[in-house]
Structures are given as C-alpha cells and as structure tokens.
C-alpha cells in the first residue's frame, strides 16, 4: 500500500553552517568560523547519511539540498565524496534535483565546475538586491557586478539557476522595487525566490529595531503594495508565483522545497537540520543539535547527530499540511486531509470561500491570490474548523 509520503516523494537536507560573516536580517543556523576541520565534517556527514540509509533502505530519493550557512564555501572534495556516498546508499532518481546554495562572494569558475562534475545540477545564488547601497545596507559582501559575475559562471556551469531577492527594505519604494524586479526579470530567469524583509528576534536587525533603530522600514500598505506588484510583474514575465515567496517557469519549480510543502519526507544532515521521516507506517519530527561543535561531537559519541525525535499524531499531520501546502498556488489534495468532508461545511470554511479567499471543489483546496497575503489569518481560521 502506498504511504503518504509517497505523493510527494523523499529529499535529503545537507546543512553546512559556515558564513564568511553573519548578515544582520539572518536567523538561519549560521556561523563564522576562521578555519574548518573538513576531515571531521566529512566523517560526520558521512557517518549520518549510513546511519540514515540504514533506517530508509531502498528508497528513491527525490531531491538533495545543500543549505547553509553558505554551502559553496565547502571543498569540491567534501561534495564529491558525499554525493558518491549518498549515490551509494539510495536509489537517485532519474531527474534527481542536486541544488547548492552559493554566495557571489564564493563563485569561482573552476570550483563550480568541481561541484557540477560532483553531481551538483541546480544552484540557488544569494543575490538580496541590486542596488549597491541596499547590499552594504543589508550587510552583504558582494556588489552588484560581483552578482551580475557570479550569476553568469553559474548560467554558463548550471542548467538549472535560481537567485534570491528582498524587498521592502529600508527607504525602498514601490517605483525603486519594480524597477528592480523588472532588471532581475530581464535576465531571464527560471526561478526567482523573492522575499519580503522581516525583523527578526535574536538577528542584528532585530536587536537594532528593539532600540528604535532601522529607521524607514515601509508600511504595512507599502508592503503590501509591494507584494501586489510583485505577482503583477512576474506573471506579466510568464515567472508566476507556485507558492508564497517563489516564482517559476513551469517546470522550474523547486523540486526539493516541493518535497516540504507536500508534506513528503526529507532527512535531515548537519546542526540544526530538520526532518519528516516515515518509519514502519509511523510520521516522526526530527531535529539535530544546533551548535556544529555539538552536532560533530554528538555524531563522534553518539553515532547520530539527532537532538530529537518524536513521533507526529494524526491530529498533528493534519495540520501540518494544511500549513505547508496552503503556501502553494494549487493548495492540499483533499483526500490527503483527514475529515476532509467535514471541513468543507464548516462554517469558516463557508466565511473564507465567500470572501474569496479560499477556493475549494471535490479535489482541492486553495488560497486565492486575495488571500494570499492574508495566509496566516486563513490559516487561523480554517485550524479553528
């Protein structure tokens, strides 16, 4: 009998930490470390990917992602001999997505053309913005002809090329971000993951906004204006919005993010890496020590790098589709719900549809593009149901 998962497939997670500096918006599991003992975090990686293979035995993987931290700081050698061990204890396949994510600042030709002979076949650069005041602004090490660089070895090394933006920056206007959109448009792009700036808690930008600081942040009208002309722009371009914060050609969609929004299973590899396993007809949340010092340790003593693992009530599934899966344009497959039946004559169901936020039929449920910016409230909302 086929398992949940199944419909939406199995991806890896690599996570490797390091930064060559911290930027001040970031609340990723990041660190700046002057050197890296690449021998042990080979072992590790390694040691991680047996362990798991041991408890996944015979499955297809889908998808495998390097995140970070930045992951195109790693030596060609370290990729290489984890993709030959992945390759060696999983089936790949056949249109298996491999992305690693990539600053301009560590953009080398040689060392791409390393990763790509390695395996690698889709690359996520960190572009932020294309304004050179906004990058030193946003803590960035690179200019903008650095990106327009960086961008062109990895076209001419990738098949499969993705960048990031953000906007809603400081003193940003709605006129400044569309111009922006429309030069990162015209380079014809397959992907675009264009984010919104929020303050978070713990990060630089977080600490400075607490003391009054970070001044000229736009309003909420702003921003949503912002995002408006966000999804306008970049259906015009034929890169429309197949989730919250992610654009795409058809076809170009992320195979790997995919694999979280349908709720299918991913392992997760490297300090605070999550995941979502199967095992033996039973969904288990897994997570990974957080500092690499205790992750690397954890794995050395322990033989596994987990901090936890704890299995996921029905209830709890429930929901997390529903949260994951509303983020996509098509929204959830209605027979993955539980009680499906009886959330459609809910009457929060019955309030969002007529306001035209949600749009459901005998197959589906989704958020409309008026919902969209209100996902969170719709999400509220329907979890009360």
Same mark, same amino acid.
């Given at each position: 009998?086929?398992?949940?998962?199944?419909?939406?497939?199995?991806?890896?997670?690599?996570?490797?930490?390091?930064?060559?500096?911290?930027?001040?918006?970031? +609340?990723?599991?990041?660190?700046?470390?002057?050197?890296?003992?690449?021998?042990?975090?080979?072992?590790? &990686?390694?040691?991680?990917?047996?362990? %798991?293979?041991?408890?996944?035995?015979?499955?297809?993987?889908?998808?495998? &992602?390097?995140?970070?931290?930045?992951?195109?700081?790693?030596?060609?050698?370290?990729?290489?001999?984890?993709?030959?061990?992945?390759?060696?204890?999983?089936?790949?396949?056949?249109?298996? !997505?491999?992305? %690693?994510?990539?600053?301009?600042?560590?953009?080398?030709? +040689?060392? &791409?053309?390393?990763?790509?002979?390695?395996? @690698?076949?889709?690359?996520?650069?960190?572009?932020?913005?294309?304004?050179?005041? +906004?990058?030193?602004?946003?803590?960035?090490?690179?200019? @903008?002809?650095?990106?327009?660089?960086? %961008?062109?070895?990895? #076209?001419?090394?990738?098949?499969?090329?993705?960048?990031?933006?953000?906007?809603?920056?400081?003193?940003?206007?709605?006129?400044?971000?569309?111009?922006?959109?429309?030069?990162?448009?015209?380079?014809?792009?397959?992907?675009?993951?264009?984010?919104?700036? $929020?303050?978070?808690?713990?990060?630089?930008?977080?600490?400075?906004?607490?003391?009054?600081?970070?001044?000229?942040?736009?309003?909420?009208?702003?921003?949503?204006?912002?995002?408006?002309?966000?999804?306008?722009?970049?259906?015009?371009?034929?890169?429309?919005?197949?989730?919250?914060?992610?654009?795409?050609?058809?076809?170009?969609?992320?195979?790997?993010?995919?694999?979280?929004?349908?709720?299918?299973?991913?392992?997760?590899?490297?300090?605070?890496?999550?995941?979502?396993?199967?095992?033996?007809?039973?969904?288990?949340?897994? !997570?990974?020590?957080?500092?690499?010092?205790?992750?690397?340790?954890?794995?050395?003593?322990?033989?596994?790098?987990?901090?936890?693992?704890?299995?996921?009530?029905?209830?709890?599934?429930?929901?997390?589709?529903?949260?994951?899966?509303? #983020?996509?344009?098509?929204?959830?497959?209605?027979?993955?719900?539980?009680?499906?039946?009886?959330?459609?004559?809910?009457?929060?169901?019955?309030?969002?549809?007529?306001?035209?936020?949600?749009? $459901?039929?005998?197959?589906?449920?989704?958020?409309?593009?008026?919902?969209?910016?209100?996902?969170?409230?719709?999400?509220?909302?329907?979890?009360?149901?």
């Amino acid at each position: 009998m086929k398992e949940d998962w199944q419909n939406a497939g199995f991806g890896l997670y690599l996570h490797w930490p390091f930064c060559l500096a911290k930027c001040p918006y970031c +609340d990723f599991n990041s660190h700046v470390s002057k050197t890296v003992d690449d021998d042990a975090w080979e072992h590790a &990686f390694l040691s991680e990917i047996d362990r %798991l293979g041991r408890e996944t035995p015979g499955r297809v993987l889908n998808s495998i &992602f390097f995140g970070g931290g930045t992951p195109s700081l790693m030596p060609v050698r370290l990729v290489d001999r984890i993709l030959t061990r992945i390759r060696e204890t999983w089936h790949l396949s056949n249109d298996c !997505e491999i992305t %690693l994510e990539a600053n301009p600042t560590s953009i080398e030709a +040689d060392k &791409f053309r390393g990763f790509r002979d390695a395996g @690698v076949n889709r690359v996520s650069v960190g572009i932020q913005a294309l304004n050179n005041d +906004d990058l030193r602004r946003l803590g960035r090490m690179h200019s @903008v002809s650095e990106a327009m660089a960086a %961008l062109d070895i990895a #076209r001419e090394t990738f098949s499969r090329v993705s960048f990031d933006l953000i906007y809603a920056r400081q003193d940003q206007t709605l006129s400044a971000w569309q111009s922006e959109l429309k030069q990162a448009l015209d380079l014809e792009p397959d992907h675009l993951s264009l984010y919104q700036l $929020t303050i978070e808690d713990g990060t630089a930008f977080g600490d400075r906004f607490a003391k009054g600081g970070l001044r000229g942040l736009p309003s909420e009208d702003l921003s949503a204006d912002m995002y408006f002309a966000t999804q306008e722009i970049c259906d015009h371009k034929g890169l429309p919005a197949y989730e919250v914060s992610n654009h795409a050609r058809p076809g170009a969609e992320s195979r790997h993010n995919m694999i979280y929004w349908n709720y299918g299973d991913y392992a997760g590899i490297g300090p605070g890496a999550h995941g979502r396993l199967t095992l033996n007809g039973e969904k288990y949340a897994t !997570e990974t020590h957080l500092m690499p010092k205790s992750w690397l340790s954890s794995v050395s003593q322990n033989q596994t790098g987990e901090s936890l693992r704890e299995k996921i009530s029905l209830q709890d599934q429930y929901v997390e589709r529903l949260l994951m899966g509303l #983020r996509l344009s098509d929204g959830v497959e209605l027979r993955r719900l539980s009680s499906s039946s009886d959330l459609l004559v809910s009457p929060q169901v019955t309030e969002l549809r007529e306001n035209g936020l949600i749009f $459901t039929d005998e197959n589906r449920i989704r958020v409309t593009p008026t919902g969209r910016p209100l996902l969170n409230a719709i999400l509220r909302k329907l979890l009360e149901a």
